[in-house]
């Protein structure tokens, strides 16, 4: 199986964190996104002991809550001890409404408003990511009027291609994230925060893109920034007492996708960290890193249930599903590989079929030609794997399709985390 987690009893259900998936898909509905809590809890360990492994309490993972948001997953970052990167002020509230404690909410984003940044510092937010220099003197100005020090990183673009999906690359030069070394512009952006009466800037921030397999990325991307920590030390006394990597670990969505040995990777980093500091005569800074996907993409799974079969004589057979792009867009917007499995039985004799989804149009692919059971039909549960990241956070409402419910499963427990939305919520904002 594509993780530790699936499995099939003998009977052929599909089971998924130790439970049948059947069961639940006959429990809760679908479309039905389920999710491991125990793998989501032992991905953050895994992060937080191999940080402290290499870092002593010098280090913090930082849960990216892009790749999947809702009050109890910040209760389970808060009971892990995790740090949360946000992107908005619906993360922050979301976050603040479960309790997530506000000094260890770092908020990212290249387009905060001035509302934002009010909202932000009016909720103690513990931490800015500072994207350009007009979100500087505007964040500035508003710590100002508040009477405080607002404590900052800096976004800076190391210029590095990780070789994952364009869309989903940010580290090269001309992104539209942060702020270039390469054209002079990041050394000016830390002079200008470092005149700012009213920021902390306590160090640099960069992360080069998702899905990222290359092992030597993050070392490179180290390379990169403490030759620019060097150049900030020489060059305006600056001194880096933070500094965040980003996020970016792939996961594997098929067998062909390899397998990340994290922990050996940031042993590998903070090795040439401290290797390249040290050369560097700097001290070692605070480390943080903002994983997202790989908290919480294993620990996902959507089952859908089959509406129709098609077969096109000399063309294809299409399995449609009750669900689509509406709650997993990333075939569509990416090419995105996905392993598909039937829910009920492995079946012998197999076929291929083109996953489809129920909007209304022909691009609503979940995944194109993947092997089920030649005789699957109507009322057949499907499940699609690895779906914890990037699929709930990026659903939508389109043809008016509700949302599906979120579903946790503990040990040999499960509980509804997301209701499913229903054809009222559809109407709740109409006047
Ligand atoms: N930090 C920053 C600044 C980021 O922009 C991202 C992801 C992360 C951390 C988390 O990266 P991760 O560990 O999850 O790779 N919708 C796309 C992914 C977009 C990623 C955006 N930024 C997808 O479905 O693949």
């Not at 940080?51 to 913090?60: E, K, N, P, T, V």
């Not at 001309?174 to 009213?198: L, N």
Request: proline share 4%; hydrophobic share 40%; net charge negative.
């Amino acid at each position: 199986m594509i993780a530790n987690n699936i499995s099939r009893a003998p009977d052929g259900a599909l089971r998924f964190a130790g439970q049948s998936v059947p069961a639940l898909a006959a429990q809760y509905g679908t479309p039905l996104y389920l999710m491991d809590e125990d793998r989501i809890r032992s991905n953050c360990r895994m992060y937080r002991d191999a940080f402290r492994a290499c870092y002593g309490d010098g280090a913090l993972p930082l849960y990216a809550g892009k790749a999947c948001a809702f009050k109890q997953m910040y209760r389970i970052m808060a009971e892990e001890g995790m740090g949360v990167d946000a992107v908005s002020v619906g993360e922050i509230h979301t976050a603040l409404e479960a309790g997530f404690p506000a000094e260890r909410i770092y908020f990212h984003g290249d387009g905060k408003t001035d509302a934002d940044i009010r909202f932000a510092l009016d909720h103690g937010v513990g931490w800015f990511i500072v994207d350009n220099p007009g979100e500087l003197e505007q964040l500035n100005a508003e710590a100002g009027r508040r009477g405080i020090r607002q404590k900052i990183l800096l976004r800076i673009t190391p210029g590095i291609d990780p070789h994952t999906y364009r869309a989903i690359s940010t580290g090269m030069v001309d992104v539209k994230f942060g702020v270039a070394i390469e054209t002079g512009q990041a050394r000016e952006f830390v002079r200008a925060a470092m005149g700012m009466e009213h920021l902390e800037t306590a160090g640099l921030h960069c992360h080069v893109g998702s899905s990222v397999f290359d092992e030597d990325v993050f070392q490179r991307t180290v390379d990169i920034m403490v030759c620019f920590m060097k150049e900030l030390r020489d060059a305006l006394g600056f001194v880096t007492r933070v500094l965040n990597v980003g996020g970016g670990y792939g996961v594997r969505y098929v067998d062909s996708d390899p397998q990340t040995d994290i922990p050996a990777r940031i042993r590998e980093v903070a090795a040439h960290l401290r290797q390249k500091t040290a050369e560097a005569g700097l001290p070692l800074p605070y480390f943080l890193m903002e994983p997202g996907r790989s908290i919480v993409a294993d620990a996902g799974m959507t089952v859908y249930t089959v509406s129709t079969v098609k077969h096109i004589p000399g063309y294809k057979s299409y399995a449609v599903v009750d669900g689509g792009m509406t709650d997993n867009p990333r075939y569509c917007l990416y090419g995105a590989k996905y392993t598909v499995l039937h829910a009920e039985r492995d079946g012998h004799l197999r076929a291929i079929f083109d996953l489809v989804g129920r909007a209304c149009e022909s691009g609503d692919v979940i995944q194109p030609a993947v092997s089920l059971p030649a005789d699957t039909a109507r009322g057949d549960r499907i499940a699609v794997c690895t779906t914890g990241a990037y699929n709930y956070a990026m659903a939508s409402n389109y043809n008016r399709l509700p949302r599906p419910a979120v579903v946790m499963l503990r040990g040999k427990e499960s509980y509804i985390a997301v209701r499913r939305e229903t054809v009222e919520d559809l109407c709740a904002l109409d006047v």
